[in-house]
């Protein structure tokens, strides 16, 4: 399977643990990104990387909220501290400069 | 401020029949859009692009136009299949900014019905 893969799924914690989700890209793929979706609405952007180079996280959330990716290939989202608004369809997205991204399969986060 | 907006959030359509999804935006830095589909309990699958330079880009029984003056685009099916009941998302982007990063309508949930 040579597409975007995202573990885990799915994933139930308690209010106020850290969380961290991984996201695996296209191998020749030199863009990842970060959306977020709730229920009814559209995926939200939320940072993105060229490379290991984080280029734009502005529109991360809260200073709860961190990405990485650290040799340029596969990236992680940490979320520090839950809240119950956490929770969400997070996707991860990868593709090549200036063409359509690829969207995983996405991990639900289920905040309780 | 939603710049990009789908106002329709389901329409339902016969089988063989034309559907027809419609997406506005307000930003007129924008100069690339796309459709995804996206399944229950699935990440969005790219569909079809266009770029600002052209008004029609045609894939299969797929096809989009864009209006630039209206700011508006749309993408007909044609004939629609049981298969193509989903959730479908206009999304938009700007060349100017960096990363090409994509802002997503609220979706249209499209139901075939046999």
């Known amino acids: 399977d040579t597409g975007v893969s995202q573990d885990p799924r799915h994933k139930i914690t308690k209010r106020g643990q850290n969380v961290t989700f991984r996201c695996d890209p296209i191998?020749?793929?030199?863009?990842l990104y970060w959306y977020r979706q709730t229920l009814g609405q559209g995926p939200e952007f939320l940072t993105y990387f060229q490379n290991e180079a984080q280029l734009e996280k502005s529109r991360l959330l809260s200073d709860r909220f961190s990405a990485e990716r650290p040799k340029g290939s596969f990236s992680t989202l940490e979320i520090q501290r839950t809240e119950q608004g956490d929770s969400a369809m997070y996707l991860c997205?990868?593709?090549?400069?200036?063409?359509?991204?690829?969207f995983g399969q996405g991990t639900r986060l289920t905040v309780v | 401020d939603q710049q990009v907006k789908q106002n329709s959030p389901s329409l339902s359509v016969q089988e063989g029949r034309i559907s027809i999804l419609n997406c506005d935006y307000t930003?007129?830095?924008?100069?690339?859009f796309l459709w995804y589909k996206k399944y229950p309990a699935e990440g969005p699958t790219f569909l079809i692009s266009i770029s600002s330079i052209k008004d029609k880009n045609e894939d299969g029984r797929f096809t989009v136009f864009l209006n630039k003056s209206a700011k508006h685009l749309s993408l007909h099916i044609v004939p629609s299949q049981p298969g193509d009941s989903a959730v479908y998302f206009c999304?938009?982007?700007?060349?100017?900014?960096?990363?090409?990063?994509?802002?997503f309508g609220g979706g249209t949930r499209l139901m075939v019905k046999p």
């Open positions: 930003n007129s830095m924008f100069d690339y």
């Open positions: 191998s020749e793929h030199n863009r």
């Open positions: 999304a938009a982007s700007s060349t100017n900014n960096a990363g090409n990063m994509l802002t």
């Open positions: 997205a990868s593709s090549l400069r200036n063409t359509e991204a690829f």
